[in-house]
Structure formats: C-alpha cells, structure tokens
C-alpha cells in the first residue's frame, strides 16, 4: 500500500489504492493511444493540420461536455461515469482494427476524448474527496499523477515497439485490451468505491458558473493549467511528427516520449516534501521555467539522445503542473462543487486539445515545428508569470 495511507481507516485507504492503481494502469492507454493515433496518422499521409484537426476533435466534446459530468459526478454517483467511461473506451478504441482508415480516426477522437474524461472526473473526484485534510489531498493528487507518469512512460513505449512489431492496426487492439480489464475490475469492486456524492452533507450550492469563476483562486487555477495544457498538448502533437521528419523509428519516437513521463513521474514523486517548503503557485512558477527552457531547446538539436534529455527537462517542469493546478481547483471550489471545480480545469484542458493543435498545425504547415516549439516557451514563461505575480 502507498505510503501515508496506513494512516486511512480501512474505508478510506482500500477504495483510494483501488482507485488510484486503476487510474495508473488505464493512463497506459490514454497517452498511448494519443501517440498512436498520431503515428498512424502519419504513416497514412496525414500532415500536421489534419492531426492538428484529429487532436481537436479528441478535444471538443469533453470540452462541451466537462462540466455537465462533474455535476453528475456531485448530484448523483461517480460510479456511473465509471461504468460509461471504461466500457464505450473500450468498443472506441477497438474501431480502428476492423476499418483500419484514416476516416476511422475522426470518428473515434471524439469518442476517446469523451469517454476516458468520464472516467477522469469521477477518479479525481473520488480521490480529493476521499482525503480528509489539505496535506493528504496534496499526496493523494501527487499520486494519482504519479499514475499518470507511468502511463505516460510506458503507454508511448507499448505503442512504439507495438507498431514495429505488429504494425498499427493491431496496436490499438493492445490498447483496448486495458480499459477492458480495469472496467471488469471496477464491475467486481463496485462496492469497496463508496456510493458517494460530493454533496453528501445535503448542502445544495448554486449551480452558477459565474460563481466559481468569480473566485481569484479559482482563475489562477485554470489560467495555469491553460498553459500546462498547451504545453502537453504540443509536445504530444510535434514531437512524434519531428521525430517522423528525422527518420526515427516508431520505437525511438516512443522512448524520447517516455523520457518525459519518467521525469513527471520523478517529480511528481517529490510534490509532497517539496509542498512543505514551497507553495503550489510557487512550485508552478519555477516549473513552467524549467519548461519553456526545454521548449526552446528542441528545434536546435536532430539528436535522438539530446531530445530525449530535452523531453526528460520538460517533463520535469510540465510534469507537476498538472497535479498542481488539479489541487488549487479543488481547494479553490466551495463545499459540494468540487467535482464541478475540476470539470471546470478539464473543460480548459480539452478547450486547449480544440483550439490550440489546428491552429498550430496551420502555422506548422507553413512555418515548420521551430516557431512552435519557441512559441510554447514564451506562452510557459507567461504562466510563469501569473503564478509569480500571485505569490507576492
């Protein structure tokens, strides 16, 4: 059992290891299939804009649709976003094996976006309301990403040497093979996760997004998990097709990947000692520096080993950004709004898988990945910035 829970009673420590050791094996295939989807894409002619176009569409209906799932999440039961969540990932990601196209990809982005954001809302819900002081929710959300940065590790990893042993179609058959196994697991457990709504108090808060929004915390939160986003998102989208420019192997485009969720997943490991000394926002502020360092790094070398030290660089700033910005939205949500709180960070996140990979694509069409990647540093210095400003 992870270390700090031996402090739970048994009610709360068993549904949280449940919780977060599922959580940990399904990000295998939520970053895998990410890079997946932009390898095939590739390897079927696609260009930067149409990926960029694929990355949207993986954005948009979680992003349209965040905030209704929190809300379910908060009046009925995160079991329900469970249950949906892993079981339609599943059928969306066996799609692409039997009608192997590049048509195919556009029909399940969406699906993948939208159903692996129920399952995210409802785990992270669970996981901040099942800490009980501010010092456990600080552990519990640095492990949870530490989950993450597993995924992030061996999820592209799977996928590389996946491709080059078996091609692509029967990659995505590997992938889907994982949300079905945690989706039996959570059907077997469904009562050790507790039958909870945030709201158990019975206090019913206003349903105004205004509300939230109105609170300086609560901006902070999204305008520094905006940033992070833009970052992931663009790491995700132009190193594998750099990478492609270069003639590397699915395999080598797949460890430089990993390189940055082991780096995550080192300092996401160290979130918590750290937090005793520092404030999120200031452990944000030095982080998003680390970031637009290595952002600025990347277009200069054509060297596998000096990417993969660059995309190590880069996952330890981006790779506490996440887990960060995931607590101030918590903390910064009232009583019985939290899992709304969250949905609002997600509907920002995949707000930046709509807006920020076609728009970038264009200027990658036309300008190369050299002015993005430059371009991402800035927007990480601005985050920066924010948090700097806000630790005065």
């Known amino acids: 059992m992870l270390p700090g829970m031996r402090r739970y009673n048994r009610r709360i420590a068993m549904p949280l290891f449940l919780i977060l050791s599922l959580s940990s094996i399904t990000f295998i295939t939520m970053k895998g299939s990410r890079i997946l989807m932009t390898l095939y894409a590739v390897d079927l002619g696609a260009g930067p804009l149409v990926v960029g176009i694929l990355f949207a ?3 948009l209906p979680p992003f349209l649709l965040a905030v209704v799932a929190g809300r379910i999440a908060d009046r009925l039961d995160n079991r ?49 309301l099942l800490s009980t002081t501010n010092e456990a929710r600080t552990r519990n959300f ?61 206090v019913q808060a206003p349903r105004n997004l205004k509300d939230l929004l109105a609170l300086p915390a609560m901006r902070n939160a999204l305008l520094t998990n905006a940033a992070v986003m833009a970052g992931l998102d ?17 395999t080598t485009i797949g460890l430089i990947m990993g390189a940055f969720g082991a780096a995550a997943f080192i300092t996401r490991l160290a979130i918590p000692p750290i937090s005793k000394r520092y404030s999120e926002r200031a452990m944000i502020a030095g982080a998003l520096i680390i970031a637009a360092g290595a952002f600025v790094t990347f277009p200069l070398t054509s060297s596998a080993l000096l990417l993969a030290t660059a ?17 101030l939205a918590f903390n910064a949500a009232p009583p019985g709004r939290q899992a709304e709180g969250i949905s609002m960070r997600l509907a920002v996140s995949y707000g930046a898988h709509v807006v920020i990979p076609p728009v970038f694509g264009i200027i990658g069409a036309a300008m190369g990945v050299a002015p993005i990647f430059w371009t991402c540093a800035l927007l990480m210095g601005g985050g920066s910035w924010i948090n700097r400003s806000a630790v005065r």
């Open 57 to 59: 569409l993986y954005g």
């Open 234 to 250: 663009l790491f995700n989208l132009y190193m594998p097709i750099y990478g492609h420019s270069l003639e590397f192997t699915a």
């Open 311 to 327: 995309a190590f660089a880069l996952g330890l700033g981006l790779g506490c950004g996440q887990p960060l910005s995931m607590i």
């Open 80 to 128: 329900v976003l469970m249950y949906w969540g892993l079981g339609l990932y599943t059928i969306s990601m066996v799609l692409p094996w039997f009608f192997p196209s590049l048509t195919i990809l556009f029909i399940v982005a969406p699906l993948w976006g939208l159903t692996s954001m129920l399952w995210v809302v409802a785990t992270q819900n669970l996981v901040g």
């Open 142 to 202: 640095s492990y949870y990403s530490l989950g993450e940065s597993t995924g992030s590790v061996l999820g592209p990893i799977i996928v590389g040497l996946s491709i080059d042993a078996l091609s692509h179609a029967p990659a995505f058959l590997i992938m889907a093979a994982v949300p079905a196994i945690c989706g039996v697991i959570v059907v077997i457990k469904r009562h050790t996760i507790p039958h909870t709504k945030s709201v158990s108090s019975g």
